[in-house]
């Protein structure tokens, strides 16, 4: 028997103040987005905005629905659309930002299991990371330098050869 430690390496930022401008712009993108959420249910609205390799940026939210498992996350209507319309071309960086009606979301909020694995997949089809940032509405602002930080031991697939 052997054990394996997995490590991940997160970056704090103070605030959004503290990003370089370009992320910091992108992290704009990502807030305007969120007001467009659709999230009558729950009231928790993201926001989430990539930044592709020619410096386009797509921009996604959350969509719910009556049948609740029916909506989308934010992350993945962006990154669904990023591979929709543009299948060959790179994602950088992703941008995430999220609020409540309920309450002021002041920690980073991380995307959820089904976005990691989402996002996972077109790391591997584009075979070069993709940084993630995500913060809450004020305060922290994280980042990882792939997602595969976020998800390590990912399915992917290559398993399936
Ligand atoms: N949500 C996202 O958009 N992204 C995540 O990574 C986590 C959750 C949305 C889904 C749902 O509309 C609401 O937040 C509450 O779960």
Do not use: W
Not at 8 to 13: D, G, L
Not at 15 to 28: D, N, R, S, W
Not at 58 to 64: D, H, L, M, R
């Amino acid at each position: 028997m052997r054990t394996i430690t997995l490590k991940t390496t997160v970056t704090v930022f103070e605030t959004i103040e503290e990003l370089p401008e370009a992320v910091k712009l992108l992290m704009h993108a990502a807030i305007e987005a969120r007001k467009n959420a659709y999230a009558p249910y729950s009231k928790f609205s993201v926001g989430a905005a990539l930044i592709m390799e020619n410096d386009e940026i797509i921009t996604g939210n959350n969509q719910e629905n009556a049948s609740y498992p029916s909506g989308l996350c934010a992350e993945r209507v962006a990154i669904y659309y990023a591979g929709a319309k543009y299948p060959h071309r790179k994602v950088k960086a992703i941008a995430i930002s999220a609020t409540s009606d309920k309450n002021k979301v002041n920690v980073p909020i991380p995307p959820c299991g089904s976005c990691r694995q989402a996002i996972a997949e077109y790391e591997v089809k584009q075979k070069s990371p993709i940084t993630i940032y995500f913060m809450g509405e004020t305060g922290n602002v994280m980042k990882v330098d792939a997602l595969k930080d976020l998800l390590p031991l990912l399915f992917e697939k290559s398993f399936l050869t």
